[in-house]
């Protein structure tokens, strides 16, 4: 069965200092992967979706950006975090089949 | 733009109760549709889908109705149980428009009362 993993669970991060969080699908081939932000009573926001190895496509521009190095990994990057990119960040995947399933979430807090 | 978003912010229902969530959509070309379940500090969890050609479909202890005239869909949990509260959330897609990206609702927090 297939399975997705995010990491890490949480974390604290500084005003100005980078970013990255790891997202990888175990159990399908060639999935679109998806990143989201979802804040605080608000609903899912689409970040990026990646449909192979090093094609990403950006929603909403920002000092975030997204990286897909393997078929099954999938990252999120920032060189400067800020005060607002504090968030759950969800990460997706789907393999045509229009369901997507999720990660179990990275909770950041900038500070 | 075409949205989607739900009736109800909040619902609390006795334990053993049915509870009836629902949501409404905006995009008429819309075909496929998706109820999610989110517990507090997780990821969505998917519930149950349907597509445009079906008015119901059952799964265990959950229903989702779909009315394309009015453009609404609910999600009927039956015998609702303590586990079932969580956040809730209908998602569409319009696969006529070459896409696989979900459009979601806010949610609707359910809380069930022991």
């Known amino acids: 069965s297939q399975t997705i993993h995010q990491w890490p669970a949480t974390l604290v991060q500084p005003v100005g200092s980078p970013l990255s969080l790891e997202c990888t699908v175990e159990g399908t081939s060639n999935p679109n992967l998806y990143w989201y932000r979802q804040a605080a009573g608000r609903g899912l926001q689409l970040l990026f979706y990646s449909v192979g190895i090093g094609q990403i496509s950006s929603e909403v521009p920002q000092n975030l950006s997204a990286s897909r190095p393997q078929d099954r990994q999938f990252i999120l990057s920032s060189k400067k975090l800020l005060l607002s990119d504090s968030g759950f960040y969800l990460c997706a995947w789907e393999t045509g089949g229009e369901t997507q399933y999720f990660g179990p979430g990275t909770r950041l807090l900038v500070l | 733009g075409e949205s989607v978003g739900l009736h109800l912010p909040t619902l609390s229902v006795q334990e053993g109760d049915n509870s009836i969530i629902n949501c409404a959509y905006s995009?008429?070309?819309?075909?496929?549709f998706i109820w999610y379940k989110q517990e507090s500090g997780k990821g969505p969890q998917f519930i149950i889908d349907i597509r445009s050609n079906m008015d119901k479909r059952q799964g265990q202890r959950v229903t989702v109705l779909l009315n394309k005239t009015v453009k609404h869909l609910s999600l009927q949990i039956a015998a609702t149980q303590p586990g079932d509260s969580a956040v809730y959330f209908c998602?569409?897609?319009?696969?006529?428009?070459?896409?696989?990206?979900?459009?979601f609702g806010k949610g609707t927090k359910l809380s069930v009362i022991p």
């Open positions: 995009n008429s070309a819309s075909d496929y």
């Open positions: 998602a569409e897609n319009d696969s006529g428009a070459g896409s696989y990206q979900l459009t």
